[in-house]
């Protein structure tokens, strides 16, 4: 049917041809030109859905990525801005995490033997303490980080009343460090920040290195145990700062002062040991260096008298004195009594 009309609108002469076509497409061929736009709105809207589904696949994945690009960019700024108030020499070092048994909280370093970079450094990040370095090749070293089994860390309070060594502990699923061991007569807030202590000369004084989060008891039950929570996240060490010598010219070597800490406890000294506290669990104040003794200088010699009247007989005199001292006889010969009289 739809053929022979077609045929028939062919040889139908021209100017007749447009009013049938629209007579038709408006009675008979209306319900099936009705069905075909259906039919290519349902195709059309099928098509937009699924170009759109993988235009919101691809912008989520763009997204994700551009989420991990601004979260590098902000650490980034952060170190920039961070190592600029550092008073010791630094190395910057990309960290990747090293896969394989025995691996568990080491990653490997960009920077090595050539960047001047020494075994055993701290390393940092611009929240605080990440690690160490353990093992130190020519163009990379291994950095032991603050989770690894054998991570230990001298640790104080910021005021210096508690001292210890921070190492790594699980505690309910979460990895910790446990500051031990502490007297029973100190107590840190929940919350306090914990810092390097400098003592034992591996890291520098005043480095950040977590926050209280609870407190335990030694299994002995002499000391107690404090968990600290690391201000350093896994997530947060791949880009570090491999720490040298102090700069040369730069008074203050606290590091506490980069990170905006205020540290009341004395610096340590190498000369000065620290004493223990009753309990022998945890150091006690430091020691008070005894104040040097004052060098004892001898009294000026005194001026030598001159008889101002060498010419004249009997007992000199000298302005000021008395003329017979007491206790003294006076003169036997009159004419020197006379003669010092005169002189007065």
Known sequence: MFAALSLLLLLMPEPYRDGVGHALRATALRPVLAMQRGAADRHGRYSDAA??????????????????????????????GFRERLAYSFVPAE?????????????????????????????ITAEGLAGQVSQLGSESAIMRAWMHPNFRASVMTLDG??????????????????FSPV????APDTGAMIV???????????????????????PD?????????????????????????????????????????RLTAPPPSADTARPLSPDAAAPARPAQTRPQARPQTRPAPRPRRVDPTPELPGTPVFPGEPRVPPGVPAPRNPSAAADTSRVE
């Not at 960290?95 to 390393?123: E, H, I, K, N, Q």
């Not at 007297?183 to 100190?186: D, G, L, P, V």
């Open 51 to 80: 170009r759109l589904r993988a235009e919101r696949d691809s912008l989520a994945a763009y997204l994700v990525g551009q989420a991990t690009l601004a979260a590098e960019n902000r650490e980034l700024r952060g170190l920039l």
């Open 95 to 123: 960290g990747r995490w090293m896969a394989g048994p025995g691996s568990d909280g080491m990653l490997r370093l960009s920077a090595g033997r050539r960047d001047r970079v020494t075994d055993g450094a701290a390393v």
């Open 161 to 178: 009343e508690t001292y210890g060594v921070a190492e790594p502990i699980e505690r309910n699923g979460e990895r910790l460090l446990a």
């Open 183 to 186: 007297a029973f007569h100190t």
């Open 196 to 218: 390097t202590s400098g003592e034992g000369g591996v890291y520098p004084q005043g480095i950040p290195v977590g926050r209280v989060a609870g407190t335990g008891k030694d």
């Open 221 to 261: 039950g002499w000391q107690r145990i404090y968990y600290v929570r690391p201000l350093v996240a896994p997530a947060q060490m791949a880009h570090v700062l491999v720490l040298g010598q102090p700069v040369t010219g730069r008074s203050d070597q606290n590091l506490a002062a980069a990170w905006g800490v």
